[in-house]
Structure formats: structure tokens, C-alpha cells
């Protein structure tokens, strides 16, 4: 009797052992892609992102480089005042999406040409991302709206 539940004991170990090791190998690759890093067009000029790696891209859309074409793709310019970055977009805009107005994009680059798959706009009159409001104030082109 006693070596039954000496088996037994040993066998629960080794299925919540099992059950663990997957469960870290399952959030391990679920957070593989997880972390995507902000950039200002400015930190995109001057250090380039690894080939085929995913961040977030903001800043303000440039006025006039708005360009939507017969198909779904769009383009436009994102510059923080110091430097512009070209984004090619295939999707639907946000509805607040527009020239002179903050935006994050998620994408990867593909030559000089940001790849977005995501695309997020400001939400109302005064919100403007943190991020975004860092690089701008670092180029010194950031105007407070409440002042």
C-alpha cells in the first residue's frame, strides 16, 4: 500500500513538473513579438532598426504628404520636426486620423519606407501620446494646446 502512494506522489510531481515547463514554454512564446519599442523619426534617421524588427513608429503626420490611392494602400510622411520617415499603410485609417496630427504606427521597415500594420490616432482635441510629445519636445517644435 505504501509504495502505491508512493507512485502516486511521484507521478503528481512529475505532471505538475510537465505542466509547468509547458506553461513557461507557452508565455516564452507568446512574449516573443510582445515587446515593441517607440522611436521618434529622428531616432529612426539616426540609428536605423535591425532588418525584418517590429517597433512603433510617431510622431506628427506632415502636412500635404497625405496621399490615398485607388487601392487600400495609403502613404504619408511622419516627421517630429527633426526628420521624416515615409509610411506606406494598406487598411483603414482611424476616423481622427489626419495631416498636422499625432500618430503611433506598428510596423517594420522595408528599405526607407516604414510598413505599418497598425496604425493609432490621436483620440480627441488635446491627447496626444507621451512618446510623441517627448520627440517633439526634443526637437523643440512641441506646442502645448492648454497653454
Known amino acids: ?76 510622411n511622419v516627421t517630429d520636426g527633426g526628420a521624416v520617415v515615409p509610411v506606406r499603410f494598406a487598411g483603414v485609417l482611424p476616423d481622427l486620423f489626419g495631416e498636422n496630427q499625432g500618430m503611433i504606427g506598428t510596423g517594420k521597415m522595408e528599405g526607407d519606407v516604414f510598413v505599418a500594420e497598425e496604425i493609432l490616432a490621436k483620440h480627441d482635441e488635446s491627447y496626444m501620446p507621451k512618446e510623441v510629445v517627448d520627440a517633439l519636445k526634443e526637437q523643440g517644435v512641441y506646442q502645448d494646446p492648454n497653454s
Do not use: C, H, W
Not at 502512494?5 to 510531481?13: P, S
Not at 507557452?26 to 523619426?41: E, H, K, L, T
Not at 517597433?55 to 490615398?68: A, P
Open 1 to 76: 500500500m505504501k509504495s502505491l502512494k508512493k507512485k502516486r506522489r511521484i507521478q503528481v510531481l512529475l505532471v505538475t513538473a510537465l505542466a509547468l515547463v509547458i506553461a513557461t514554454a507557452m508565455i516564452g512564446y507568446a512574449m516573443r513579438d510582445g515587446i515593441n519599442f517607440f522611436r521618434s523619426p529622428t531616432q529612426v534617421a539616426e540609428e536605423p532598426p535591425k532588418p525584418g524588427e517590429t517597433f512603433r513608429l510617431g510622431g506628427l503626420v506632415e502636412e500635404g504628404s497625405l496621399k490615398r490611392g485607388e487601392s487600400e494602400v495609403i502613404t504619408f
